[in-house]
């Protein structure tokens, strides 16, 4: 009976264990907003902000919400679903264990079998903007309370028609209830987009050249860094269930089980063919990739979003003056919300230096490369998940506090809706402002930082690069000419000075006549 009694408990224990992990909390950049968003660190603690200060303004950089696969990853599910076929075949002929074979593979074909485009926004993806919307005005109702007006109210998104239906969708929740259209009682809102070949606030990695660049150069050495998690997983397949599975082929079955954990809610299928650990592995690799080629792995990842960076302390100045100035409420500009894409959420977090370790925040001040995010099991604040899951966001809020306090203006900065630190900024001589900030507020690793300070520290040491420099390779790399193409060029530019000067002389002769 003892033993009956220990087996039951180890088997709930087991059972316990295992639906204590959800794969759909470890798909990285694929994550779904609602399941991740409020995954926080449970040892920072956020400001208590005094009941005295209020938001004056508001800045939103939204990701676009949960989209179907793109034409050519649709492509990749319909190639997997031969494969798979092919595998099983080849498993029959060579009568192996077929029990061990999940029941599912056998005729499976891609949710998506059929499509020929992708990458819209779906129903989820729609719903999650609009409710990000609802919860961002009951938080804030003083930013929110004003007649709608495209001044008051800007909402700006990218050409990528997943930003833009996000955008729309936020629109939708924001000013519900607002209008007279429809049972909901909508209202008509602007929405303005750049275009794709200048938005150098919003896609400024597709504006950027270098970028392009060192990111094609930079690929290979990403795969290299997956190969071996692959190839391990890869093996731990084939001996588990029999199928002579490729490197490929493992990298197919991990896409097709984020995409059908996060759009389609299915995690017995391609996720139950991974352990827990193997997932965690998985995560990692993609983990590391997008901090190589979106975050803190390259300077320029990030510094290339100067950009939207100005634009943001620009619109917090506007809000101050007008403050200062006190103008009627409706005459200036409550909030400024925009819509683009994981490749515009990650480097804007971390040119405010989000989810960093220790003095990582001073080595990037620095210009100094950081270590890769740590492998599990060990922990580490690098998670796609977190940093940019699908409807992920950043806001900044400004807020205007009693002037006794040492400043007048703060700024709040929120990620996935909560509180988070901004980096720890250590005093130097030169930085006295800093110095005496810190002793009367603690902006070092605080959330509610003062805006002069978060100016100082925070944005001031990017500002000194310039967006055209970084990007144009023209600019980077001096014109390198030889003794010989200089002396022609001198003479080019002499003969035509004298073929000028004789063309006045001609010109003056016949005016002359």
Not at 35 to 55: E, Y
Not at 150 to 158: E, L
Not at 300 to 323: F, W
Request: glycine share 4%; proline share 6%.
């Amino acid at each position: 009976m003892a033993i009956v009694l220990l087996l039951f408990l180890f088997a709930l224990v087991r059972s316990n264990a295992e639906e204590a992990f959800d794969v759909r909390k470890h798909l990285s950049t694929v994550s779904r907003y609602e399941v991740v968003k409020d995954i926080t660190d449970n040892s920072f603690v956020p400001s208590n902000i005094p009941d005295q200060c209020t938001p004056i303004h508001l800045n939103l950089l939204a990701r676009h919400g949960t989209r179907a696969p793109t034409k050519r990853r649709i492509k990749e599910m319909d190639d997997l679903a031969k494969r798979i076929e092919v595998l099983l075949q080849d498993a029959k002929e060579k009568e192996s264990d077929l029990q061990k074979v999940p029941a599912w593979l056998w005729g499976w074909k891609s949710s998506w079998k059929g499509r020929f485009k992708g990458g819209e926004l779906i129903r989820e993806g729609e719903e999650e903007l609009y409710h990000l919307a609802i919860r961002i005005r009951d938080k804030f109702p003083q930013l929110f309370n004003e007649d709608y007006h495209p001044d008051v109210y800007p909402i700006k998104a990218t050409q990528i028609p997943r930003a833009s239906a996000s955008a729309v969708a936020f629109g939708m929740g924001l000013f519900s209830g607002r209008g007279n259209l429809g049972p909901g009682h909508h209202r008509a809102f602007a929405l303005s987009s750049e275009s794709r070949a200048s938005d150098i606030c919003l896609r400024f990695h597709d504006c950027c050249q270098r970028y392009k660049d060192f990111r094609k150069s930079q690929e290979p050495t990403v795969r290299k860094l997956k190969e071996p998690i692959l190839d391990e997983i890869t093996n731990a397949l084939v001996q588990r269930y029999g199928l002579n599975f490729t490197r490929q082929d493992m990298s197919s079955l991990w896409f097709l089980c984020k995409e059908e954990a996060s759009l389609l809610n299915i995690t017995d299928q391609a996720c139950a063919l991974l352990t827990p650990s193997e997932v965690l592995l998985l995560e990692w690799a993609d983990d590391v990739e997008m901090f190589i080629l979106k975050g803190y792995g390259n300077a320029l990842n990030y510094r290339m979003g100067v950009p939207l960076l100005e634009d943001i302390v620009q619109a917090m100045e506007q809000a101050i003056k007008a403050k200062e100035e006190e103008r009627a409420p409706g005459s200036y500009e409550n909030a400024r919300l925009r819509f683009a894409h994981a490749e515009t959420l990650v480097p804007f977090s971390c040119l405010i230096g989000l989810f960093l370790e220790g003095s990582e925040f001073e080595k990037i001040q620095k210009e100094q490369p950081l270590e890769l995010p740590p492998k599990p099991p060990q922990r580490r604040n690098w998670r796609g998940s977190m940093v940019a899951p699908f409807a992920g966001n950043n806001m900044l809020v400004l807020y205007s506090c009693p002037t006794e306090s040492s400043s007048k203006y703060f700024v709040q900065v929120l990620h996935n809706e909560h509180p988070v630190p901004m980096p720890v900024s250590i005093c130097y001589p030169f930085f006295a402002k800093c110095c005496r900030f810190q002793s009367s507020q603690g902006c070092g690793n605080s959330d509610f930082c003062p805006f002069e300070v978060f100016k100082e520290r925070i944005v001031a040491p990017h500002l000194k690069h310039d967006y055209n420099t970084l990007c144009d390779l023209k600019i980077e790399e001096p014109e390198r000419m030889s003794l010989t193409s200089k002396l022609w060029q001198m003479l080019w530019q002499m003969f035509r000075w004298l073929f000028s000067q004789r063309s006045n002389d001609t010109q003056s002769a016949k005016e002359e006549l």
